[in-house]
């Protein structure tokens, strides 16, 4: 178990996509113009597009480093930002979301689609399991995780989940919400999953 995340790397899960709207692009520079500034490494997917490539590009726009983790398929289809400080190919999704997970301090998830959002429930689902107590914080963006937030509600209210696993996450609104929770994280002590 992990106690605060002062200058750890933070891992961010973020679309690939070029389509999506310009809030999401301002919020991905935004994040990384902050997490260079306090002094953090990225890691993240390895992408050179969508939100993915503009928070590495904005991340070394403001002197930060980039650690970049992409599969072999990926890189040779020319999408992994060949600018990353340390670029790390694995041999598939799996092995990736690995070496992901085992190098941050703490997860973030700018808006994203069904890669972001399974990357996001599988560190909450372990974190719940307790085999790790890092922080995770999702950028509700335009309010962009409501609609999950409020699937999260329904699993308290029918008891899926417990309500006090909202402990699990944070919903920021914006970077310098997310990375003061980061700082100034203590891990909450969450009862067992099951009923």
Known sequence: MMGRCMNGSVCV?????????????????????????????????????????????????????????????????????????????????RERKAAMESRACAFVALPGGYGTLEEMIEVLTLKQLHFHAKPIVMINTAGFYQPLLSMFEQLYEQRFAKPETRQLYHVAGNAEDALTYINHYTPASTPQKWY
Do not use: N, W
């Open 13 to 93: 899960y973020c679309s690939s996509s070029d389509a999506v709207p310009e809030v999401y692009f301002e919020a991905a520079r935004s994040f990384g113009a902050a997490l260079a500034q306090s002094g953090r490494a990225l890691v993240y997917g390895g992408g050179k597009i969508g939100l993915m490539g503009v928070l590495a590009r904005a991340v070394h726009e403001h002197g930060g480093k980039v650690i970049g983790v992409i599969p072999e398929a990926l890189r040779e289809m020319e999408l992994a930002y060949t600018g990353a400080d340390e670029l790390i190919i694995t041999a598939d999704l």
